[in-house]
């Protein structure tokens, strides 16, 4: 069974069939096999949302953070050259969150960034 689940798995994943044909397809082979297959292909499903979920719940994350960072920037520092938002703007999470603290003790750009 075990088997079978993971050339389901490899099946949904890898292969290029539209899943209707693919239900129909299990669906000769039993109902045992129809049902493993819906059992696969929901699974399968709920982990894409699931990575989907994350993805957008980062990317999310990521722009609050730069919001507020060049936020806090431009209140301290006034204007900020492109450059800098450019760095901002393609920083990590880790980056932005060590950025944010500097600022509040940092008398530079310079000393926020380096």
Not at 8 to 16: F, N, S, W
Not at 25 to 30: D, K, S, Y
Not at 83 to 96: E, G, M, R
């Amino acid at each position: 069974k075990n088997d079978f689940i993971t050339l389901l798995t490899y099946i949904e994943t890898v292969g290029e069939a539209p899943t209707d044909e693919l239900h129909d397809l299990f669906a000769q082979l039993g109902p045992e096999a129809e049902e493993a297959y819906m059992t696969t292909a929901d699974m399968l499903r709920a982990e894409g949302e699931a990575r989907g979920e994350a993805r957008g719940e980062a990317r999310g994350e990521a722009r609050g953070r730069t919001e507020a960072l060049v936020q806090l920037l431009t209140l301290k520092f006034g204007p900020l050259p492109q450059s800098t938002l450019d760095t901002v703007h393609t920083a990590t999470i880790d980056q932005l969150e060590t950025w944010t603290t500097r600022v509040l003790t940092a008398h530079t750009l310079d000393e926020v960034l380096h």
